[in-house]
Each structure stands twice: as structure tokens, then as C-alpha cells.
């Protein structure tokens, strides 16, 4: 397909219909010199533009450029379509410590996640001071990027860790077929789709007053990698699985409807006076109506990071939600799960980040983070 504009009020890569694989790289600043900060985010924005829209990180490119010097761009998507990349950015809360004065910047919203139960958080694989997401429907591409923006970042940024994932686990338009997660389930249904506009206001996007105007319009990102213990999942029978959701493993239907969009019965209960949507059920607990209304928009991954030398696959779900304030949103959902959510048994978080993610380039003059300069 065409590819999206770059350039926009709000970053693309939030409300795009979720491409199918991405590569998400956390990196740590290591210049301590402001305007070397300054100077990357706008060698990143510059490559970021011409790479979106299927061209080379630079201007000489992967071949033909002097021979001299090593080219402006590593070669492998040569040939390639822009296959609609989006390269979206976030700053962590590290990022706003003593080293380039953006103390006073720093976001309310963008505070650190409580420790929740069960956590099993990896240092190395969590925070950063800046994460990049490079969403494509062709790995090579996707890859290709965040390759480019690390090399383009020598001597002031490094890799702190990064994450490959393919089959999104959530459709974030009203035009996708819902996608399965690697416990067989539709994933998706009940997201925020770019075409619900209100909500995208009310659950989304940062607004004027809500915090530093440098913010507004951008949207705040969560990461949580998450392993899945598929091997005792695919032990567990179907009825379980099914109780465990509070859904259908065919459809996607909830246990009280017949299609997958049916909205869930939260009062219904069955011959035993038990909700049909069990108390401990992963779509109770996340359901808004528990949370004032709270909603996430959802833009997971599934990920294979090969085996774990003991037998068994090291998968899970690389999850991401973006939302208008972490606060009001992933923080108490996360507090209902952690406690009481069933699936529980079956998942341990082990890394997790938090992002401020500015709103969109406006025109080849602005760049990524410009108003905090
Ligand atoms: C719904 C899977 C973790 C928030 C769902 C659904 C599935 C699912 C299958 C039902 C279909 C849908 O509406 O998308 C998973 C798996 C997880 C996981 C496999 C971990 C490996 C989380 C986390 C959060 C979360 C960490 C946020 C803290 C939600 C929300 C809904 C949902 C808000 C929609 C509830 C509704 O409005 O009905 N999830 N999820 N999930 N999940 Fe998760």
C-alpha cells in the first residue's frame, strides 16, 4: 500500500491500523550534551521522513554515494516498499534527570509505574531514555530502521535493549479482521479504534491543560513484555481457557453473547448464581465499567525469542498501550489484574517502560521534541 504521511499533528504509528510486525529499541543517551541531543532528534526526524516513505536514511544512500565514506544508509531495505513503516518516538522519564536541564519538563503523567504483585521486572530489558517503535507489514523494513536511527545515533545514543514481534495482537481499526494472541484468543476486540473519535480524544491524546504544552497532542506509552507459560496453557482444557477471558476461543464472543461484538454482561449469572463472566476473568477485570470508564488503546506484539534451554519456548506478548494519562489508565487496571486476574498463572511480567511520546512533526522545519529545546 501507499505509504503514511510522515508528517502530521499527531505521530503516526498510534491510530495506523496496527501493522503486522514491529521493532521496538530502547536507547540510553550517553552524550551529557544538550545540543548533541538536540542535533540527533533532528538527523533521526530527517531519516525518519525519507524512511517512511520508502526511501534511504540519507541522501547519497546505500550505493552510489563517495567511496570514500561508509554510506548513508545500510542497504538491506534496497528495493524494498516503504511497506507503511511508522516510526514513532517516546522519551522516558531518564531523559528528564539533571544531564540536558529538561527537569522542569518532565511531565507529571510520565511518573514511574508502581511495583505491582507478581512483577518479575528486568532491569536491562526496561526504562531507557528514549524508545523508538518501528512499526511495518515487512520485518526487513521495520528492522532496517531502527538499524539506521542506531547508526546514525553512534557516539550519542546506545541500544539498551530491543524487541522484535510479528502478528499484532490488536486491531486499532474498525477495517482489520481481530488478530489472535499465542493463547489462541482474539485480541482486539474491545480496543479503541482510530475510527472512535471521542474516545480517541477522551482516552488518547494528550490535551492542552493536561499537562506540559509540549505534550499536547502527543500520548503517553506503556510497555510490558510479557511471557507466556504456553507450554501449561496448551495443558489447560478449552473451558477453562474460555472462563479465564470471559470469551469464546472461536469467535471472540463473550461468555453472556453470540458474536464476537456483543457487548459483555458483566450482571448476567448462570444456574449456580455465579456470573457468567467469572469474578476473576481477565475481561471483567479490564473492563471499563470498573474503572470509571478507562480504556487503553492497545498496540501489542506477539514475540519468540527463541527457547529458554529448558524445553520450553521463551514467548510471549510484548504489550503496548498508549493512553492520555498512565495515571488513570494502565495503573489501575494493572492494580485489578495483578490481583485477582486468572490468566495470572499463565504470564509473568518481565520488563516494563513508561514514555512520553510527543505529538507529530509538523513540516521538514520542526523535529522530534523540538518544543523542549
Ligand atoms: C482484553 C489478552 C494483558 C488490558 C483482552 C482480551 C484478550 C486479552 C484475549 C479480549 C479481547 C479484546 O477485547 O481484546 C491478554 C493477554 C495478556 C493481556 C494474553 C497478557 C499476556 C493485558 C494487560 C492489560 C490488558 C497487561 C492492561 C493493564 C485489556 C483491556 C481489555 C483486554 C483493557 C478490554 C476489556 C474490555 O473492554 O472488554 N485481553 N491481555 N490486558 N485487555 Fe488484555
Known amino acids: 500500500g501507499d505509504p503514511y504521511p510522515f508528517y502530521g499533528r499527531n505521530q503516526a504509528g498510534i491510530t495506523t491500523p496496527a501493522q503486522d510486525r514491529l521493532h521496538f529499541v530502547a536507547f540510553d543517551v550517553i552524550t551529557s550534551k544538550r545540543e548533541e541531543l538536540a542535533d540527533l532528534l533532528q538527523k533521526w526526524t530527517a531519516a525518519a521522513a525519507r524512511m ?4 534511504d536514511a540519507g541522501p547519497f544512500g546505500s550505493v552510489g554515494g563517495p567511496l570514500e565514506a561508509p554510506p548513508d544508509d545500510t542497504g538491506e531495505a534496497l528495493g524494498l516498499p516503504a511497506s507503511g513503516l511508522t516510526l514513532t518516538i517516546g522519551f522516558g522519564s531518564s531523559l528528564f534527570d539533571k544531564r540536558f536541564g529538561l527537569a522542569d519538563r518532565r511531565p507529571a503523567a510520565l511518573a514511574d509505574l508502581p511495583a505491582f504483585p507478581g512483577d518479575e521486572l528486568s532491569p536491562d530489558i526496561s526504562g531507557g531514555d528514549i524508545c523508538m517503535q518501528a512499526c511495518a507489514h515487512d520485518p526487513q523494513v521495520a528492522v532496517h530502521a531502527i538499524r539506521n536511527l542506531a547508526r546514525i545515533g553512534f557516539g550519542r545514543v546506545s541500544v539498551r535493549y530491543s524487541q522484535l514481534g510479528f502478528g499484532r495482537t490488536s486491531s486499532t481499526s474498525r477495517a482489520q479482521t481481530t488478530p489472535r494472541n499465542l493463547l489462541g484468543f482474539k485480541d482486539g476486540t474491545a480496543n479503541i479504534k482510530l475510527e472512535d473519535t471521542s474516545m480517541l480524544r477522551d482516552y488518547v491524546w494528550a ?3 493536561d499537562g506540559p504544552a509540549w505534550m499536547d497532542g502527543g500520548s503517553y506509552l506503556v ?5 507466556m507459560h504456553v507450554e501449561t496453557w496448551d495443558r489447560t482444557s478449552l473451558g477453562e481457557q474460555e472462563t479465564i477471558f470471559g470469551r469464546d476461543k472461536g469467535k ?5 453473547g453470540h458474536a464476537e461484538f456483543d457487548e459483555p454482561d458483566l450482571a448476567k449469572t448462570g444456574p449456580d448464581g455465579q456470573p457468567v ?3 476473576d476473568s481477565h475481561v471483567r477485570l479490564a473492563h471499563p465499567s470498573l474503572h470509571g470508564g478507562a480504556r487503553l488503546l ?3 506484539y506477539n514475540y519468540v525469542d527463541g527457547s529458554d534451554g529448558l524445553g520450553r519456548l521463551d514467548a510471549g506478548l510484548f504489550f ?3 493512553q492520555r494519562d498512565p495515571r488513570k489508565q494502565f495503573v489501575p487496571i494493572q492494580t485489578e489484574l495483578a490481583a485477582k486476574d486468572k490468566l495470572n498463572e499463565y504470564i509473568q511480567h518481565i520488563s516494563s517502560g513508561v514514555f512520553a511520546c510527543p505529538p507529530g512533526v509538523t513540516d521538514a522545519g520542526d523535529y522530534w521534541g523540538r518544543a523542549l529545546f
Open 298 to 300: 492497545r498496540r501489542g
Open 223 to 227: 510497555t510490558r513484555k510479557i511471557r
Open 277 to 279: 463472566i467469572p469474578a
Open 207 to 209: 490535551a492542552p491543560g
Open 52 to 55: 517512511t516513505q520508502g526511501r
Open 320 to 322: 503496548m498501550a498508549y
Open 252 to 256: 471472540g464472543a463473550p461468555l453472556t
